[in-house]
């Protein structure tokens, strides 16, 4: 029988640095990956056979769970069909309908393969309809590896970033601002001194790259504010939080809290594909008409809305909108957070959380950090510990302290109780 670290060496051999996603290598917290052998609903198996609840869900998708029945089904019947045409097929449009139902507001939708495709086609599109060049992003939202996106902040307030990775040339970054999370006076002033040249503003509504860290309804309703008066357009980036925080995504919070908030547009990916590769980009009819065939931006991809992948996607959006379904899973995963922090609490161990829906985070600290720099002076050597103590008791949890964490509709009561135990026994052991 292979073992979990006989693959990996393996895998080193022919694959860079063994993965084929860099997350997956465990070097924030050191050790041996675990190769996954099968999912099935809460749970997942590696290589030697241990068995782990699955806090992953590969990365947000399994709202579901694993290997759900009616998903399943479809995929199945799809696959028997035809993987992919190269042409339109009736699912696609289905699919686009689902979206546009969930999300007020939005008008039309294209389907693309990843997140990283969906967030570079909304700024290329936000530029082109604006005719603008410059764009701001926020420190620790992740938007995919498109290369005017892997940009760290730069040394003074608003000013121009900086490549985080080597082959980005300075002048592909030269366009975009990077900014505090939750910093109403840095936004002010980029608009104040640039906001004739800014096309968008992109941001994380609830950043899932360095943890669980929500914008501020103040800081929302300003950047909407700022968005407005000077014709950039904000970009909700929803491929993590996106038909996971709620049914109507966390566009629909702010919205409750902010009278008549909308984004510009979103960008979603994740649960619409179920666990399949599939994203997409959404608008208004008149933004929108600037793609291509319609207009001069132009976007395409040889798999995007495959007939396998919007089956998948659009069954687990059809479920997700059963009665109860968010109002359970909201209540599960509150469950957990309240039952680590009390488990916390009781061994005199430091720790907060938060959550949204299926989306979760938590931070071995007093106070929940409100941007990138507060989450990085937490340190992540008790995380590290904590997350090998789980690892060992059957608890998967994401491999980095950055990451937000997802409970799916399969977790059980049991699980989060075996969970909170676990959890118990480790935090003593910090």
Wanted: glycine fraction near 10%.
């Amino acid at each position: 029988m292979s073992t979990n670290a006989s693959l990996f060496e393996r895998a080193q051999r022919v694959i860079p640095g063994g993965v084929n996603s860099p997350v997956r290598a465990f070097r924030a917290v050191g050790g041996t990956p675990r190769f996954i052998t099968r999912a099935e609903g809460a749970y997942m198996w590696d290589a030697e056979g241990a068995r782990y609840i699955d806090y992953i869900g590969s990365w947000g998708p399994m709202i579901l769970g694993h290997g759900h029945p009616e998903v399943l089904e479809a995929v199945q019947k799809a696959a028997l069909d035809g993987f992919s045409f190269g042409a339109p097929t009736e699912r696609e449009v289905e699919l686009a309908e689902e979206i546009l139902k969930l999300a007020p507001g939005v008008e039309q939708v294209r389907l693309v393969s990843s997140g990283t495709e969906a967030g570079m086609s909304a700024i290329r599109l936000a530029r082109g309809y604006t005719g603008r060049s410059k764009l701001i992003k926020f420190e620790g939202c992740y938007h995919g590896h498109a290369d005017a996106l892997l940009v760290k902040a730069g040394s003074g307030l608003a000013t121009f970033g900086h490549p985080t990775s080597a082959g980005v040339p300075p002048e592909v970054v030269q366009h975009t601002l990077v900014l505090e999370y939750n910093n109403i006076a840095q936004i002010e002033e980029a608009f104040a001194t640039q906001g004739a040249e800014i096309a968008c503003v992109m941001i994380e509504p609830i950043a899932g790259n360095m943890n669980f860290v929500r914008a501020s309804v103040p800081f929302m309703k300003r950047i909407r504010e700022l968005c407005t008066q000077h014709g950039a357009l904000l970009v909700f980036d929803e491929v993590m939080s996106g038909f996971r925080v709620a049914l109507g995504s966390a566009q629909s919070i702010y919205a409750r809290e902010i009278p008549g908030f909308q984004p510009d547009m979103s960008v979603f990916g994740k649960v619409i594909g179920g666990g399949m590769p599939l994203a997409a980009f959404a608008a208004s009819r008149e933004i929108m008409s600037k793609l291509a065939p319609l207009g001069p931006v132009y976007q395409a991809g040889t798999l995007s809305g495959n007939p396998v992948a919007t089956a998948c996607g659009l069954t687990t959006l059809k479920l997700i909108q059963r009665p109860g379904f968010f109002e359970a899973l909201s209540t599960r995963t509150q469950s957990l957070m309240d039952g680590l922090t009390q488990a916390a609490t009781q061994a005199g161990v430091p720790l907060v959380a938060d959550c949204q829906g299926g989306m979760f985070g938590f931070f071995f600290a007093d106070t929940l950090p409100q941007n990138y720099q507060q989450v990085m002076a937490k340190g992540s050597g008790r995380f590290n510990r904590f997350f090998h103590l789980m690892l060992d008791r059957g608890v998967y949890f994401a491999p980095a302290m950055y990451e937000a964490g997802f409970v799916s509709a399969a977790h059980t009561e049991q699980d989060i109780a075996d969970t909170v135990a676990a959890a118990a026994e480790a935090f003593r052991q910090l």
